[in-house]
């Protein structure tokens, strides 16, 4: 009985974070992002492949569902979790050709799963990122050795990385994007607006790895006072916000500068925006 109720909670879960990559990926337009419209920075993927991608991991996010489910949230369901979400990077990688798609995904996505199967009863979204939170912060002591682009990024820069934003409860959903989100549905916008600029207050604020590792802090400055601007001119409701938007989509593909991070981010607040 308990193994049944398992499957089919978990079955739920992993379809709404497939769900919440996909409503990511043909989100349009997105600055420098992969949308409906093009590529924006990237050369190597397209929204099919993004697509492909999501659709790919719903096995990983079940699993993770299931091994979760009423599940103490300790060391053990952190590494159970660390393993599972390591095969789906490589069920990712497979339905790619090899292009890194949603690793930053996985992570974030993959906690919020966890924590959503640990505690079913739990439907509050701030109480559901402090828990992911308490759970990123357990080591996972079967880490493979290695760096990242992210972690090289984070020592270069002095900064904190997706790893970090995790632990220490998503503080830029939290504090950025589901306020923004609510807000512009609150003033009548139409729901796409309103996502965007959930994308946009996270780009104002997020210190993205993915902008800094192929770009530098300057570039990073100017995305983020452009999105700032965006929503400060009351985004796309005005000539000027508009006019924003486009420079900064501009800046993004001549520089080939992705937001990829604050992507992600999206991703977890649309998962968790969904009861």
């Not at 993927?45 to 719903?58: C, D, F, K, R, T």
């Not at 390591?86 to 497979?94: D, S, T, V």
């Not at 400060?232 to 001549?254: D, I, M, N």
Request: contains cysteine; aromatic residues 4%.
């Amino acid at each position: 009985m308990l193994a049944a109720a398992s499957t089919t909670f978990g079955a739920g879960l992993a379809a709404k974070a497939v769900q919440a990559l996909v409503e990511e990926a043909l989100l349009t337009p997105k600055p420098g992002l992969v949308d409906a419209r093009d590529s924006g920075s990237h050369t190597d993927m397209s929204v099919g492949l993004m697509l492909a991608s999501a659709h790919a991991l719903e096995g990983t996010f079940q699993r993770i569902a299931d091994v979760s489910y009423l599940h103490p949230v300790n060391q053990s369901l952190r590494e159970k979790i660390a393993v599972i979400g390591r095969e789906g990077e490589q069920h990712m990688l497979a339905a790619t050709g090899g292009v890194n798609t949603h690793k930053g995904a996985i992570w974030a996505l993959g906690l919020l799963t966890s924590v959503r199967a640990a505690c079913p009863g739990e439907h509050d979204p701030n109480r559901i990122m402090s828990i992911a939170g308490q759970l990123a912060s357990f080591e996972d002591r079967d880490v493979p050795p290695g760096s990242t682009n992210g972690q090289a990024v984070k020592r270069k820069y002095k900064i904190a990385g997706a790893a970090e934003e995790a632990q220490r409860g998503f503080p830029h959903i939290k504090e950025a994007a589901l306020p923004s989100l609510l807000r512009a549905r609150a003033a009548g916008k139409t729901e796409e607006e309103a996502r965007i600029e959930a994308l946009l207050a996270l780009m104002s604020s997020v210190e993205d790895t993915c902008i800094l590792h192929r770009g530098s802090w300057s570039d990073l400055i100017v995305i983020q006072q452009s999105s700032r601007a965006f929503l400060h001119a009351g985004g796309f409701s005005s000539q000027t916000g508009r006019e924003v938007f486009c420079r900064l989509s501009e800046y993004c593909h001549t520089r080939r500068l992705s937001p990829g991070g604050s992507a992600d981010l999206l991703a977890a607040t649309l998962f968790l925006d969904r009861r």
